[in-house]
């Protein structure tokens, strides 16, 4: 059901204006949703939004608020998702950072294809991220410090693997969410999350033996020390710029097994 705030009138018309280019893109984090429309390119076209995360994060808390935020912005004609979880293509399967209880089989896609009118794609969080600044040639990586930990790797600039890393031991019972996550650096304080931020980047690095890395997400900003030549930070945008390229012609393989009719309208 649309929320009640929304109206329902304007959303029906943008379904109709199905060739319309532009992207509603939204990055859902565990402390912020980022939302902006972009272009075919990536390039903001709209305010660059963010609003803290709700507690419960639940779909419907969620759904709601990306509906408040998406009234005022200008019109689009899809939409694209970085989730903070792992993303099957009928289903959320994990959003630790949220709460899996809530989203463990949630069909997202639908849920946000019937508020809005208009065709949904999405991935990881980490994965949309990353297609904002992985150009290719070559391997690439990104990592985002955020409420957690994300992670994923990139072949010549498209073909991508969410790694999930954020799951994993660290060391001994500590998962890398909880040693580098944001409540890690409330608990140890800035140096020492920089000594930990240090050691994550380095020993990605040599798992991925990617020839650049890309620094993302909230806590990025924190980083105190000198980076390697092969490291580099990327703009808190780079999530919404990212969701552009999840409708280009590319990624459709990736999507076509739940393509709805009137998607061909908005392919490039």
């Known amino acids: 059901m649309m929320p009640a705030s929304v109206d329902r009138n304007r959303f029906l018309h943008q379904q109709r204006r199905g060739g319309n280019p532009n992207v509603l893109s939204i990055d859902i984090g565990g402390t912020l949703i980022k939302t902006a429309v972009v272009d075919d390119a990536g390039a903001l076209i709209s305010e660059f939004v963010t609003t803290p995360t709700p507690n419960p994060a639940t779909p419907e808390t969620i759904i709601a608020l990306i509906a408040r935020v998406v009234e005022p912005l200008p019109e689009f004609g899809c939409i694209a998702v970085g989730f903070p979880g792992v993303v099957r293509q009928d289903c959320i399967v994990t959003a630790p950072n949220l709460g899996t209880q809530h989203w463990k089989n949630f069909d997202l896609e639908t849920a946000l294809h019937d508020t809005f009118g208009a065709p949904v794609r999405i991935l990881n969080d980490a994965i949309v991220y990353g297609l904002g600044v992985a150009k290719g040639p070559g391997r690439e990586c990104v990592i985002t410090f955020g409420t957690g930990m994300g992670c994923a790797l990139f072949i010549d600039g498209s073909a991508f693997f969410g790694l999930e890393l954020g799951q994993h031991y ?99």
């Open 170 to 268: 660290a060391c001994d019972d500590c998962s890398y969410d909880q040693y580098i996550g944001h409540a890690a650096y409330l608990e140890i304080g800035l140096d020492a999350w920089n000594e930990r931020a240090q050691r994550v980047i380095n020993a990605v690095h040599a798992l991925t033996n990617s020839d650049r890395l890309y620094l993302g997400g909230g806590n990025s900003r924190r980083l105190t020390f000198a980076l390697p030549s092969w490291a580099t930070v990327v703009a808190p945008s780079s999530g919404v710029a990212g969701g552009a390229r999840l409708w280009h012609v590319e990624l459709d393989r990736w999507f076509s097994a739940r393509q709805r009719p009137f998607e061909i309208q908005v392919r490039r």
